[in-house]
């Protein structure tokens, strides 16, 4: 029997399992397809790290480690749910949810002094950040929009902020001393291994990493973010922003780049508040109360502080006297720089975007931004469709064309690979990459704060991307653009990979370019006008930040995207969009029972992993994934997604119209009589018990909702909360 591995996450998409995985056993195993659960949320994370301080009821393998090690083989089938990749609040908390659980579970240790301290600090930091999606990506991405969701959008529409040419909306970043600037990048001849060394003025060396192992063909990069021009920079768009009279925001990714954006985020709350930190810092950090880790973990911490009520005082002249800040959450005072997972980038840029270039601020109403993104990396093309709008206008969602892309991601391609290779520098000096037989590979000169990095790109995951663009450019006759700038020292090692792979395949009549990130930007926005497509093919960060921003723009939420990775050794991998807003819906199901996330994307992968049985010859689930895609054209076109509104359809409302008409769809198909005879009698009980199920469903709207915790959840609960229509179960279940 084949085997399909549905993975529990975290917030939403968790809860939303209980009520809908439910449905995909019961029919799946009608096609011999096995549907089995692994725990890779940030709570299950972490207790598969302390095993021996559990009891046996208690203790759970590393199921991380077993997918990734499934996903490198051709058997792999599993469905990726959004996780958490957790801030150091979010880890804090999750760890003090599970001591009051019973679980024993040590504190995070901030500033370990000890052997075991610094092993629980270690365990700890395993799961921080984006701890999954590297274990689990074994391919490159494939990710568009597909056409029953496209379809559905242009005859729907979203909201889109007007735009006018006056706006004052822009983003600055530093194009000097940051990472994109100073990068260096070399490709190695031969494998081996590699150290990474700092060298202090009068000599002494220190040993960084070591046993860095490469491979043939691999590009290895480093670089630097020098903070002294860090600062200067962020001292400049504070004034700016004061002077023109515009909110003030920073994006960056402190969830994925879990080591260097938590720093540079703490580097902009001290800008912030410079004299809170030159008159009280040093009491601050004695508390552990770390702008790394915004400002709401120090405010939380000020009660505890002898003068914590001078310090407060101290913070609230400081948002007096310098620009409005943006805000997360107005009403509640919750600033842009208050949480560093609060605000990230690849969905607050493109959100600011598509609400007219306006964030919110203190005053709860809408007005122009002053968007900081410091690395220049990919700032430019945020920049790029910022000025594209204020010239022509917000973007119209019922003729704009798509973008969809081909992510360079595999075996830990690129930056999100880098954080065992992040160091924050604790003195001057110089900062060494060096091969096995002594060879200096790239050098940096460093002062004590600088923030130092390198990344691995293997030769075989560039193929496979390379392979991948001009099969998805075939198949759909687009262009396909490689964003890649020569002026970059990574970008140039790639153009020339690219360039010396292309002939390796039929590309005749393709269009296949290569273009700096921000001509493609220009490009494909231009294009998106005209109606037409362009396949964005990047590198891992562009992936995920071009995932999010042409989506949200064309769709309203990167939720509704396609998301396949073939695993290059032949397994499939189907990941089912963001899960940036999970947890306000989790919020509002304890206070209301009501659970507004969307499962679309999970609908989409279901479907695409059944196909993927059906191309290893199970017939059967080929028509179960075929109906399925039809059943969510259907739920699209009858609105049957959740809402906003309690009294209306929910995430478990949509689950039951979604299996009403998937079974309507299998019962009416001819491809396979005994599937249809199974699921006739099962679409006329759905049809005929409509109007008790939902009032079920509707009837416990409304009222508060115990699940039992936020990371884990007490499983008897939440499924309680999340199937509550007897009458929807006593159909589904029986075919379990």
Sequence with gaps: MATIIYTLTDEAPMLATYSFLPVV?????????????????????????????????????????????????PDANIIKLP?????????????????????????????????????????????????VNPVLREGNSDRRAPDAVKSYARKHPHSMGEWSADSRTRVATMGADDFRTNEQSVVLDAPGTLTVRHVAAD????????????????????????????????????????????????????????????????????????DVFARHGEELAAAGLSPNNGLGGILDGLDALENGAEIRAAVEQGLADGPRLAMVNSDKGITNLHVPSDVIIDASMPAMI??????????????????????????????????????????????????PNVGLMAQKAEEYGSHDKTFEMTAAGRVEVVDAGGAVLMSHDVEAGDIWRACQTKDAPIRDWVGLAVTRARATGSPAVFWLDETRAHDRNLIAKVEAYLPDHDTEGLDLR??????????????????????SVTGNVLRDYNTDLFPILELGTSAKMLSVVPLMNGGGLFETGAGGSAPKHVQQLVEQDYLRWDSLGEFLALAESFRHEGERGNARAQVLGDALDRATGTLLEEDKSPSRRIG??????????????????????????ALARTFAPVAEALVEHTDAIEGELVAVQGNPADIGGYYRPDGDKAAAVMRPSETFNGIIDPLR
Aim: hydrophobic share 40%; charged share 25%.
């Design 25 to 73: 056993q019961a029919f799946a195993s009608q096609a011999e397809v096995a549907v089995e659960t692994r725990d890779i949320s940030l709570a299950g994370r972490i207790l598969a790290q302390f095993p021996e301080r559990l009891t046996d009821e208690q203790r759970i393998g590393d199921a991380l480690a077993e997918l990734g090690d499934l996903a490198t083989t």
């Design 83 to 131: 996780n958490i990749s957790a801030s150091m609040p979010q880890l804090k908390a999750a760890v003090r949810e599970l001591q009051g659980q019973g679980y024993d579970l040590p504190d995070y240790p901030d500033e370990p002094s000890t052997d075991e301290e610094r092993d629980v600090r270690a365990r700890y930091d395993k799961v921080k950040g984006s701890a």
């Design 203 to 274: 000599g002494t060396e220190t040993v960084l990493k070591n046993g860095l192992t490469v491979q043939e063909g691999e590009v290895v990069d480093a670089t630097v973010m020098h903070v002294a021009a860090l600062e200067a920079f962020l001292r400049e768009q504070i004034a700016a922003a004061k002077a023109e009279d515009v909110l003030f925001s920073v994006h960056l990714k402190a969830t994925m780049m879990k080591v260097s954006d938590p720093i540079v985020f703490g580097h902009v709350v001290r800008a912030f508040f410079p």
């Design 354 to 403: 598509r609400t007219s270039g306006h964030m919110w601020g203190p005053d709860g109403e809408e007005h122009d931004t002053l968007a900081v993104i410091p690395d220049s990396s990919y700032a430019g093309v945020y920049q790029a469709v910022v000025e594209d709008c204020q010239e022509h206008g917000a973007f119209d969602p019922t003729t704009m064309g798509s973008v």
């Design 514 to 535: 290569i273009l700096s990130p921000v001509d493609a930007a220009k490009l494909s926005v231009e294009r998106i006008r005209r109606g037409e497509d362009t396949i």
């Design 648 to 673: 209306s359809t929910d995430n478990r409302g949509s689950h039951f119209w979604l299996a009403r008409y998937w079974a309507q769809e299998l019962a009416a198909q001819t491809e396979d009589e």
